[in-house]
């Protein structure tokens, strides 16, 4: 069947063309929203980079302290420095304090761990992709990229335009929306956060 195309649709067309071919590598919108409750995680919930933890010692006010979580796992106590409590349940990480404490410092410590901000660790991907899907964002990346996002969902797909990929996240009370090309060299360093929603777009024509 042949195809007709109007004078105006032709007009539009070659318009969407030209304004997408003319858009820069990463643009940006805000939108504003309202604050969302805090979610509560299940008691089996493993710490993680970014969560916020209020850490106190049984009879040792002065060791009493809140520490964020670093990106690699670990965080800093009184005496005995680093610790590495990412991956671990409140549970392991309060014995892994308790056995660092005792073997040098303290007979029997009783340490209570109490998490005051969870920070989400995931980003979910939707759209033209293989897998589209939740996954996590791994510790040992310094520098997690659209690009490895997207390979981690299976790539695009036949018509997955990227060129034209949408990332959604949240800032405080407001929602930041940044298109992106990723075949440019900014989206090749687009850097993906915690808690990130990436559209593929569909390719038009």
Known sequence: MRVIYRPATLLSLCGAIFLAACAGPVTKKVLPVKASAPVTRSYN?????????????????????QQQV?????????LIGRVLVGGLSIEEAQNAIAK????HYLVNPQVTIVITQYAPQNYTIL????APGAYPI?????????PMAVARAGGNTRIGNLRNVRVTRRDGNSVVQYTVNMLSSDGQQFSI??????TVQETLF
């Open 45 to 65: 919930y493993k710490l993680a980079p970014n969560d916020v933890l209020s850490i106190s010692v049984y009879q040792q006010p002065d060791m009493t302290t």
């Open 70 to 78: 670093a990106r690699d796992g670990t965080i800093s106590f009184p």
């Open 100 to 103: 660092r404490l005792s073997d």
């Open 127 to 130: 759209g033209q992709v293989g």
């Open 138 to 146: 791994p510790y040992d990346e310094t520098a997690f990229t659209l």
């Open 193 to 198: 956060q915690p808690g990130d929603l990436i």
